[in-house]
Nanobody
Framework: QVQLVESGGGLVQAGGSLRLSCAAS????????MGWYRQAPGNQRELVAT???????NYVDSVKGRFTISVNNAANTVYLQMNSLKPEDTAVYYC?????????WGQGTQVTVSS
């Protein structure tokens, strides 16, 4: 069974940085793709960044140039480096893995950016 555990969220001032981690219980080499999504209060969950098995990445326009998704296959972990954070980045961030075309989600980690 695939389990995903996020960490690294917290409170940061605008302009600061955080790095989120998502540790998987199985080898991430077998995943079709992994990604980060976020959900702010009153909003729908939205895609932030994804990376597929070929290493291709995709970002929502609002984070391009500020956020970077990467993987460490040896550690079965995907990261989201978030720089130049803005108050509008405040949300619960979720890790998602697509494995044999099934979706698996982590429990989420809160990111709060103060102005």
């Amino acid at each position: 069974q695939v389990q995903l555990v996020e960490s690294g969220g917290g409170l940061v001032q605008a302009g600061g940085s955080l790095r989120l981690s998502c540790a998987a219980s199985v080898s991430i080499r077998s995943f079709n793709s992994m990604g980060w999504y976020r959900q702010a209060p009153g909003n729908q969950r939205e895609l932030v960044a994804t990376i597929n098995s070929a290493g291709s990445t995709n970002y929502v326009d609002s984070v391009k140039g500020r956020f970077t998704i990467s993987v460490n296959n040896a550690a079965n972990t995907v990261y989201l480096q978030m720089n130049s954070l803005k108050p509008e980045d405040t949300a619960v961030y979720y890790c998602k893995a697509v494995f044999f075309f099934n979706d698996y989600w982590g429990q989420g980690t809160q990111v709060t950016v103060s102005s």
